[in-house]
């Protein structure tokens, strides 16, 4: 098959080279420096999945496809991922942020759109939900933290149990909850003024409607009855309302519970924003006062310890990490975090800096003793019970740094 990129020299893996496990792809060959991964259809390709959990950015090709549009699409990858910065190959592997975004700046739309799915257990998806479990709690994060930005797909009830969106919304008895409400007629009697739906009306054995309070007949409408409107009976319980309630039943997980405004919840497309494609080439901007990168937090503390030790500059850290009984996973972990920092900065200065490290938040006080940082801390912090925090000199901080 000819191409425009067939004299194109091209590094590749096949299935025969990496059917080994993970842990020789990263020890031992270097994966990450492919340019496209080669797959025999024919074959097991159960390291797919796991492959593609680190390195979703690399096309992958069957051996035997002869569709020109697949190999075009992939040599297009190819040429655009050459252009990433070689510190940032190194790194797709083992940072889960570069990894994603390099994935969307490869992709000709550049965005995670959410897609309903009735065979999913949340009833939504994005594309790498599957290699990634986590990945609606990932891109919110990366979205917090200038990432992505993100656009409304839909908004919808969801499970508070399971979060799932898949919900039978129905209408229930107010009284019993039972779903086996009936609407019908309401009947008024004239003589009695007793009133109720058609169904108490009507005599067991007879096509004729008696009243049930006082046993006459009734046998003209508009004579002797009337029917002013509808109501609601329920052939479980037997009352009779006006309304009815609405109810959710999640076919997830199979709970029941009476939807409110709390259940609704807003879903999203994310999209790779600028600030995304300049931490994917590893450019520096501080126009944020959270800081989001290993690269960008040790770049930032060694200039302000520096600048500290020459000055003699009077400054505080305040360490923050979660305290929790349960322990969060890896994505939770960084949401909480991000959550945290996001309200915290309504509350700083300019010159106050929080910043993302790992797992840890640290909140940077320049010209703030001991004293006032622990003032700090008490006033501004102590209403977050989910967090553990720490109070030392930047000095002092760095012999643990």
């Avoid at 009947?187 to 006082?214: M, S, W």
């Avoid at 609704?264 to 995304?276: C, E, K």
């Avoid at 949401?335 to 945290?340: D, E, F, K």
């Avoid at 300019?350 to 622990?374: C, K, M, R, V």
Wanted: charged share 20%; hydrophobic share 35%; with cysteine.
């Amino acid at each position: 098959m000819k191409t425009e990129f067939e004299h194109s020299t091209v590094n590749y893996f096949s299935e025969e080279t990496i059917s080994a496990p993970p842990q020789r792809w990263q020890k031992q060959m270097r994966p990450e420096l492919s340019d496209v991964i080669l797959i025999n259809p024919h074959k097991t390709t159960d390291w797919i999945g796991e492959f593609q959990r680190h390195y979703p950015h690399i096309p992958i090709v069957t051996m035997k496809a002869d569709d020109d549009t697949t190999l075009k699409t992939a040599f297009q990858k190819i040429e655009k991922m050459r252009q990433l910065p070689s510190q940032t190959i190194e790194m797709l592997g083992h940072d889960t942020w570069l990894a994603l975004l390099a994935y969307l700046w490869l992709e000709e739309t550049q965005s995670f759109y959410l897609m309903l799915d009735g065979q999913h257990a949340a009833g939504y998806r994005y594309s790498l939900d599957s290699t990634y479990q986590e990945l609606p709690l990932l891109l919110s994060s990366m979205e917090q933290i200038g990432l992505l930005t993100k656009t409304l797909a839909n908004r919808a009830y969801q499970c508070h149990q399971c979060q799932s969106i898949k919900l039978l919304i129905r209408e229930g008895c107010l009284a019993c909850h039972s779903d086996l409400v009936i609407e019908q007629p309401l009947i008024h009697h004239f003589d009695c003024a007793y009133q109720a739906v058609e169904q108490q009306f009507i005599r067991t054995g007879a096509n004729t409607l008696q009243c049930p309070k006082c046993r006459e007949e009734l046998k003209h409408l508009g004579v002797d009855h009337d029917k002013p409107g509808a109501g609601y009976y329920c052939q479980s319980c037997e009352l009779t309302h006006s309304d009815t309630a609405i109810q959710a039943d999640c076919l997830n997980c199979q709970a029941q519970f009476v939807p409110t405004e709390s259940h609704l919840v807003n879903l999203y497309h994310y999209h790779l924003s600028s600030q995304g494609i300049q931490y994917l080439f590893n450019k520096k901007e501080n126009s944020s006062n959270l800081i989001h990168s290993n690269s960008e937090f040790n770049q930032f503390y060694e200039s302000y310890l520096s600048l500290a030790k020459s000055s003699k500059l009077q400054s505080a850290i305040i360490t923050l990490t979660l305290a929790l009984t349960v322990t969060p996973t890896p994505a939770e972990k960084i949401h909480l975090l991000l959550s945290i920092a996001e309200q915290l900065k309504q509350q700083l200065t300019p010159e106050q800096i929080i910043t993302f490290h790992w797992d840890t938040l640290y909140l940077l006080l320049p010209g703030s003793n001991i004293q006032e940082a622990n003032e700090f801390n008490q006033s501004q912090l102590a209403a977050f019970d989910t967090i553990r925090t720490s109070v030392m000199d930047i000095l002092e901080f760095s012999r643990f740094s």
